[in-house]
């Protein structure tokens, strides 16, 4: 069974930083990884998605790798600004359509 | 404007009275989910359908139903809700094959 792990699970870091999320999955049989912000009580916002067989994404100041043999992608956020202050989620599309999450990394930017 | 709706957005109930919460996408995706979302628990699968009449549990099931007799709507049904079934609720939906997951907003559920 497919298992999502976010490291860490909260971050603080002061306004201006540059700041790397991770998430690693243990069956590499992946279809795409998903990664997306969630606002306190709020849905879940797509922001980047990347296919089986892609390497990266970009959006922006928001930058997705994902390296499927070693079952790791990180989310790269630059600059970062109060406003990205929310929760952020990797998701793993497996086959059969079933997405997997992981738990999270709650992320804090100090004005 | 693409997007998975949900209805309603907050709701209380009280134990053992059967609801519906009503979730519509208008992207023509044949692939439709229900997750909850618990505190330490993250987002659980409670339900799919990979088209039309074709639904199918997920990894927490129990206590709820569902329906796909079209295929913009995906309701969920709580025949007889209990407290634990307190849960922030969300739909989602995707073409097949996947090419990434769209959510609603949610619907915040209390059953008291």
């Known amino acids: 069974k497919q298992e999502v792990t976010q490291i860490p699970a909260a971050l603080s870091v002061p306004e201006g930083e540059n700041l790397v999320l991770n998430c690693s999955f243990t069956?590499?049989?992946?279809?795409?990884l998903q990664w997306f912000r969630q606002d306190p009580g709020k849905g879940l916002t797509s922001l980047l998605l990347?296919?089986?067989?892609?390497r990266e994404q970009t959006s922006g100041r928001l930058n997705a790798s994902l390296d499927k043999s070693s079952g790791r992608s990180t989310l790269y956020i630059a600059a970062s600004q109060p406003g990205d202050s929310a929760t952020y989620l990797c998701a793993v599309g497996n086959a059969g359509n079933m997405l997997t999450f992981g738990g999270g990394t709650r992320l804090m930017v100090k004005p | 404007e693409a997007q998975v709706t949900q209805n309603p957005r907050y709701l209380i109930t009280v134990t053992g009275k059967k609801l519906t919460v009503t979730c519509s996408q208008n992207?023509?995706?044949?692939?439709m989910s229900w997750y909850r979302q618990d505190p330490g628990l993250g987002l659980r699968q409670i339900y799919y359908?990979?088209?039309?009449?074709?639904?199918d549990k997920g990894d927490v099931p129990e206590g709820y139903k569902v329906s796909r007799k079209e295929k913009r709507n995906f309701p969920l049904i709580l025949e007889s809700p209990s407290p634990n079934q307190t849960s922030l609720y969300f739909c989602?939906?995707?073409?097949?094959?996947?090419?990434?997951?769209?959510f609603g907003s949610g619907t915040r559920l209390t059953v008291v």
């Open positions: 359908s990979m088209n039309v009449e074709v639904t």
């Open positions: 992207m023509n995706h044949e692939y």
């Open positions: 069956d590499s049989a992946i279809y795409n």
């Open positions: 989602a939906s995707s073409s097949l094959p996947n090419y990434g997951y769209t």
């Open positions: 990347i296919q089986s067989s892609q």
